[in-house]
Every structure is written in C-alpha cells, then in structure tokens.
C-alpha cells in the first residue's frame, strides 16, 4: 500500500511540479500539500487524469492555527471509486487572501466552501454564492476559530412578551457559573455530603 502511495505521490509530484509542496502518509492515505492559487488546477488534475481518477469530492474543512502566519488549513477529502483510493489535499491560507474556488471543478465544493467561510472565515474568489450556510443572520464571528469564545457573543431566544425572536448578548447568570461541587467537570474540592466521617482519620466516627 505505502509502495503504491509513493508511486501515486511521486507521479502527481511530476505533473503538478510548480504547485506541488510536499507529501506525506499517514493511516494508508496520502496528502499532498500545494499552492493555494492552484488548487483547482491540481483538482481538475486529479479527477481527469486516468492514473489518478479522484472523481469524488467528499469533503472540504478547515484547520485553525492562531499562532501562524497562514493560521489556516483548508483540506480537501477526494475519493477514487474506479481505483478505491483517497487522497487529502491541503493547503495553507490566511485571514485577507482568498482561495480560489473549485465549484467549477466539482459543484458539490458549493456548500462545502460556504460552510468553512462561515465557520473559520475563509474567503474563497469565485465562488457564485459566498455566504453563511450554517449559523444564523448577523452571526458575528467565526465558531471553529480557536479564538472565538466558548459561549459565542450573542443568543438568540423567543421573547414572549414582544412574540418574536430576540438576539442578545450573551449573560451568563452567576448560577450557571457556581457548579456544583460534586460536578465531574469541577473535580472533588470538598467533604461530600455523608462522608464527614472520613475526616476522623480512621472511620470511626466521633
């Protein structure tokens, strides 16, 4: 299997030598890491090419990394059905350059491009329809960011008196931040209740 990955690694490595950028395995699949500007070339490579054939486009994330120059990573799941392989691809972008888009390679990269834009923020150039796909109107921020608050910024809620939706910023009550001590997510810092006696040292009560 690695013998036939490195074949197939070395062979996309000379048809795409200006955009290639390194490779790597890992589980019995290969990802391949290119320029962002080529991305749709090195896709439409992979899907006509006979040795190659990478027809289906599964998937399409993102990776945060705050402390980086290029904090992101956009990687692309293909799927060869005729030679029952995958193949990763990735490359690195940042916060003001946009990727380019492959919808015209392959029209299911259309939501999938909308959803990472809409969970890390990045932009893709020529994409017909770039917009939030899975968060709310006027959602500020980027959830998958490692930097976007755990509760998020607002709430959104039904108001009973004024009969429609409301959005807020989030409040969280001092009740919701006093857990209680027998939480497993707070740990142990305390007697608890029925077990006073443990504090006799030997268990036998006073």
């Not at 013998?3 to 950028?21: D, R, V």
């Not at 991305?39 to 993102?62: M, Y």
């Not at 009973?160 to 006093?178: D, G, I, W």
């Amino acid at each position: 299997m690695n013998e036939n990955l490195e074949e197939l690694s070395n062979f996309i490595g000379s048809k795409m030598a200006a955009a290639f950028l390194g490779s790597k395995f890992n589980n019995g699949e290969l990802t391949i890491t290119v320029s962002r500007e080529s991305i749709p070339r090195v896709c439409k490579f992979l899907r006509d090419d006979a040795r190659c054939r990478f027809e289906v486009l599964i998937d399409i994330c993102g990776v945060d990394w705050p402390g980086r120059e290029n904090r992101f990573d956009v990687v692309y799941h293909l799927l060869s059905p005729r030679i029952n392989q995958r193949i990763r691809v990735k490359l690195e972008a940042n916060e003001s350059a946009p990727v380019p888009s492959i919808v015209e390679v392959f029209s299911s990269a259309n939501w999938l491009e909308r959803e990472t834009y809409d969970m890390y923020g990045v932009m893709f150039s020529g994409h017909p329809d770039l917009r939030r796909i899975l968060t709310d109107y006027g959602f500020d921020g980027y959830p998958l960011r490692k930097d976007f608050p755990l509760s998020g910024y607002f709430e959104v809620r039904y108001d009973n008196e004024q009969k429609r939706v409301v959005r807020e910023p989030v409040a969280l009550t001092q009740a919701y931040r006093s857990f209680d001590f027998e939480s497993p997510w707070e740990g142990m810092h305390g007697v608890l209740p029925g077990d006073e006696k443990a504090s006799d040292g030997d268990g036998a009560g006073g």
